[in-house]
């Protein structure tokens, strides 16, 4: 199921189960049971966000997030302001590892829409960027979130 959920919500789309209610009008407990699992894992991965929008620095077309001290991350999810439509259509993340180098690139994308889920594998990062690289017209963020999807684990 989280396979699936990276697939469509994680690129802008609706996730359709097709699960049906059984001859008592409910939904098989099987089913329900797995489903409320999947919820508990959707929220123990992205629920916890190290840093939002709010936390990053602007310029221009890049937002800028600096830990107070080096933080592990594998995960930026983000989220374009469609007010006046979709206007990105390159974007990527670059992380500045700790404990020393240059910004390497761990995703590069195409068309954020309504929600960009971009999984990498952990990096240790000193501090993090994210930049609109083409864009048809004004390009904004609705939302930025970094995560450490293995906190807690």
Known sequence: LMGLYY????????L??????????LLPDKDAERLLQFGAEIR??????????????REGACWT??????TCIDHVVLQE???????????????????HGEGITVWEGHNIGHKA????????????????LEADGDADLREIQ?????AGS
């Open 16 to 25: 359709l189960l097709n699960i049906g209610p059984d001859r008592r009008g």
């Open 65 to 70: 997030w600096q830990p107070s001290e080096p």
């Open 117 to 132: 889920i971009c999984p990498f594998p952990t990096v240790m990062a000193r501090q993090v960027w994210v930049e609109i």
């Open 44 to 57: 123990r991965r992205f629920g916890s966000p190290l840093a939002t929008i709010s936390d990053c620095t």
């Open 146 to 150: 970094i995560i450490n999807s293995t």
């Open 81 to 99: 302001d469609l007010t006046n439509g979709e206007h990105v259509r390159r974007f990527a993340i670059r992380v500045a590892p700790f404990p």
């Open 7 to 14: 697939y469509s919500v994680g690129r802008g789309c609706n």
